[in-house]
């Protein structure tokens, strides 16, 4: 068993969110939602914003929102047997490495994405879905083995930091080759190397956590063997056992479903609502909207975030992590009403920063909170794994109702709403979390509680 607190280690770690952000920013939020609006929205034969799939007509923004979904359902069937497994076997590492692998892959395969193929290219996206989602609840999961409880909050903050300053600087590299290159037709090809370019800094940077994490921290290295599949299952079903006995972990489990079901969806989607519900200028030369806004509050958005995941790990120290997410939770509330009534750039700036700063304290304080409240245990793949399903399923639910609004309830603005709704639920939920704050690792609560 490895030594908490190594500082080689935990910057290992915190290494690998610089390594698969780029694929958050560029492929779900700026770059391809951009690319495949443009590639999807004047299809020769069809109606504005209609795409053919399977040969059924779809608005382009509901299949993005359904291709996503599905990929959801995947992730969510697939990866608690496999976390069990890894827990079986001692060899989780290996488990993130095949997921991080298919996800860079998938990035890079859309170079070829191509509008009259559309059912073989949105493999892509989905593949690549699949393998970030995949390799996080094992990437997650070794949190509470490398480090003290006291530290979650802290480390998991720098990990998130990490990965949006990362993140900023391929994008930014992006965007100035799409400013420099002249020629029409090599401009054309920038965003698709740019998704090339996601998959080689999404595997390449991933060797440093692979070079300093352990295979298993615990000493579990088991051979392959007859039934390994079977035993994983039991790994998996123990763990549920020992789950429904944690009343907290099952409580905030549930309030993290619901909440973050809204901050998912938003995350996915923001740059297809801004794309579409805001009345940029009309650039006079070229007599089409100009979008370069919308880029500029996306960089905003990740630099904020920064700020927002270490100023709200430091608050934590002071009125705990439960109550810091419920601020947050309120914060999501309000930007979902004031979202339904923007319609100008400026405005769209303002509700940009205010995204990023609870974007990345939620999403720090979320996973460092459950670490923190997990037992005394070796199996935290499987724990993770938990988490990870009631994320997907929430991810799962989220698209499908925003891209249900926005097919067949009136547009864009009525999902806002519906947002707005599950955030409400989620705070109400949280009074039924507990939070204490302790000062050394062995504070614990009854019931093998750790919270912040």
């Not at 100035?176 to 037709?185: G, M, N, R, S, T």
């Not at 904020?304 to 601020?327: E, F, H, P, Y």
């Not at 499987?382 to 997907?392: A, G, M």
Request: hydrophobic share 50%; aromatic share 16%; with cysteine.
């Amino acid at each position: 068993m490895i030594q908490k607190n190594d500082s080689k280690v935990i910057n290992g770690w915190t290494f690998y969110d610089w390594a698969n952000s780029v694929y958050n920013l560029v492929i779900t939020s700026v770059v391809f939602p951009k690319f495949f609006l443009a590639q999807t929205s004047h299809l020769e034969g069809l109606d504005a914003n209609t795409v053919l799939f399977f040969g059924r007509e779809f608005n382009n923004v509901e299949l993005y929102s359904y291709v996503f979904s599905a990929s959801f359902v995947i992730v969510s069937l697939l990866v608690p047997l496999l976390s069990g497994i890894a827990d079986y076997l001692g060899n989780k590492k290996r488990f993130m490495q095949f997921f991080c692998y298919l996800g860079a892959a998938s990035c890079m395969s859309m170079f070829f994405f191509d509008v009259n193929h559309l059912e073989l290219s949105m493999l892509s996206p989905f593949f690549a879905s699949i393998g970030f989602w995949g390799s996080l609840v094992f990437y997650n999961s070794y949190l509470p083995e490398i480090a003290t409880p006291d530290q979650h909050d802290r480390i998991s903050a720098k990990g998130f930091s990490l990965g949006y300053i990362g993140s900023i600087i391929l994008l930014i590299s992006i965007i100035v080759a799409l400013q420099v290159v002249k020629d029409p037709e090599l401009s054309k090809m920038i965003p698709r190397i740019g998704f090339v370019s996601v998959g080689l800094w999404w595997a390449g940077f991933a060797q440093i956590t692979y070079l300093r994490l352990p295979n298993n921290v615990y000493d579990k290295n088991r051979e392959k063997e007859k039934g390994y599949i079977y035993k994983g299952y039991r790994e998996l079903k123990k763990v549920w056992a020992e789950l429904s006995e944690q009343i907290q972990l099952k409580r905030f489990l549930l309030s993290f479903f619901i909440y973050n079901m809204g901050v998912q969806t938003i995350m996915l989607l923001a740059v297809v609502f801004a794309d579409t519900e805001i009345n940029w200028p009309i650039d006079e030369t070229t007599g089409e909207a100009d979008k370069t806004g919308l880029i500029i509050s996306i960089i905003l958005i990740q630099l904020v975030a920064v700020l927002g995941a270490l100023i709200m790990s430091r608050l934590s120290k002071r009125i705990g992590n439960i109550a810091v997410i419920k601020l947050s939770v309120v914060f999501w509330f309000l930007l979902c009403v004031a979202a339904y009534f923007i319609t100008e750039p400026i405005e769209f700036y303002a509700l940009a920063a205010g995204v990023g700063f609870v974007m990345g304290g939620i999403q720090s304080m979320s996973r460092s909170t459950y670490s923190k409240m997990l037992p005394e245990t070796t199996d935290h793949a499987s724990y993770f794994s938990f988490y990870d399903v009631l994320e997907k399923i929430g991810l799962i639910i989220g698209p499908f109702l925003f891209g249900f609004a926005n097919g067949h309830l009136g547009g864009m603005r009525n999902a806002v709403i519906i947002l707005g709704s599950i955030f409400i639920i989620g705070f109400i939920s949280l009074f039924w979390v507990k939070s204490v704050r302790p000062t050394k690792p062995s504070d614990l609560l009854d019931e093998g509680l750790k919270t912040a």
